[in-house]
């Protein structure tokens, strides 16, 4: 079964505007955390933002934020005031604390932001 | 700025080839991770070690793949013989224990693999 899903292989969105990446995972480890990595066409893989599970807000970093519905299992992007170079794959990827530090990677969403 | 580096960026080699990319995770990291990235499979994790030791292989074929880590400032990710199949980009990425900090993983640029 797929730890991470993310169901939007691809998006659009227009300059200026909000947008919402989905992720869905699944595990019964009571202490995870989740985090969102960004990887522009250049190819580097660059940490966005980290929601931990015991985490009792939202997190957030300048633009990114984080909508995390717990008993959904769910831990949303959303990207304010998109801008060009927001252009990109997003990936989605869970660390079980009962598993050691290794991640398991959703397939990713790539994000198109139009002029 | 503390990065982790990769050698070299790009590869091409033919099949049967022995290929050894190289992995300088962030100084003081202690643990450090091999992905391999595909159109088809995405981003897979092939090993991770902490301290240097080996603690989860299994997403590596063992008839061909090596990984080690001879000194804490460098990591080894070997193929011998190397398949078409093997083409992906190879990361590598280190980071801190959950306890002191958060336990995100910073990834290196990345090793373009080409086998013809």
């Known amino acids: 079964a797929q730890k991470i899903t993310q169901t939007q292989p691809g998006m659009f969105v227009q300059e200026k505007e909000a947008v919402t990446l989905d992720c869905t995972y699944d595990?019964?480890?009571?202490?995870?955390?989740l985090f969102w990595y960004k990887q522009p066409s250049s190819g580097e893989m660059i940490f966005l933002i980290y929601?931990?599970?015991?985490?009792?807000q939202n997190a957030t970093e300048g633009r990114y934020s984080l909508n995390f519905q717990k008993a959904r299992k769910s831990a949303n992007l959303v990207i304010s005031a998109s801008q060009l170079g927001d252009s990109a794959m997003y990936f989605c990827?869970?660390?079980?604390?009962?598993?050691?530090?290794?991640?398991?990677f959703g397939p990713g969403t790539r994000l198109s932001v139009l002029p | 700025d503390a990065r982790v580096t990769q050698t070299p960026r790009h590869k091409v080699t033919e099949m049967g080839q022995e290929v050894t990319m190289r992995c300088q995770p962030i100084?003081?990291?202690?643990?450090v991770f091999w992905y391999r990235q595909t159109m088809m499979q995405g981003l897979e994790l092939l090993a991770y070690?902490?301290?240097?030791?080996?603690?989860?292989d299994s997403g590596m074929p063992k008839d061909r793949f090596s990984a080690e880590m001879p000194d804490a400032t460098l990591a080894t990710l070997k193929i011998q013989p190397s398949e078409p199949r093997d083409s992906a980009v190879y990361f590598c990425?280190?980071?801190?224990?959950?306890?002191?900090?958060?336990?995100?993983?910073?990834f290196g640029p990345g090793t373009r693999l080409t086998v013809l």
């Open positions: 100084l003081g990291h202690n643990t």
């Open positions: 990425a280190s980071g801190l224990p959950p306890g002191l900090g958060i336990g995100e993983q910073f």
């Open positions: 070690f902490r301290n240097r030791a080996p603690l989860d």
């Open positions: 990827a869970m660390r079980e604390d009962d598993y050691g530090q290794n991640f398991v």
């Open positions: 595990t019964s480890d009571p202490s995870y955390g």
């Open positions: 929601q931990g599970s015991y985490d009792q």
